[in-house]
């Protein structure tokens, strides 16, 4: 149900841009949040925006570089990455649930996530 696109290898300091969008067109209707996952690492939620865009919330390993935003008319979800370091790859997630939260374990729905590669 939902798709990620845009990952790829980018260098330290670098910019990517991530896209999530619902084949059903449903997405307004929920919260998403983006996750990542790092090899061996628990998966952990960076990102979080409202149905209606109005509220975002960041973890603060990426707070003031990375952006959530949406758009709601095209049933797609962005995630802005800035500065990005090698400690942010990972495999990016984008989830749909009902709460407003980063925890994993309040999302539903899930894509099957993109890599994100940061590397010189």
């Known amino acids: 149900r939902l798709v990620e696109a845009g990952g790829g290898l980018v260098p330290p300091g670098g910019s990517l841009s991530l896209s999530c969008s619902d084949s059903?067109?449903?997405?307004?209707?929920?919260?998403v949040g983006w996750f990542r996952q790092a090899p061996g690492k628990e998966r952990e939620g960076i990102a979080v925006?409202?149905?209606?865009?109005?509220?975002?919330n960041y973890a603060v390993s990426v707070n003031r570089r990375f952006t959530i935003s949406r758009n709601n008319a095209e049933a797609k979800v962005f995630l802005q990455m800035t500065l990005l370091e090698p400690e942010d790859t990972g495999t990016y997630y984008c989830?749909?649930?009902?709460?407003?939260?980063?925890?994993?374990?309040?999302?539903?729905?899930w894509g099957q996530g993109t890599q994100v590669t940061v590397s010189s």
């Open positions: 059903t067109r449903r997405l307004g209707n929920y919260f």
């Open positions: 989830a749909a649930g009902r709460r407003f939260d980063l925890s994993p374990r309040a999302y539903q729905f």
């Open positions: 925006i409202s149905s209606s865009g109005n509220s975002t």
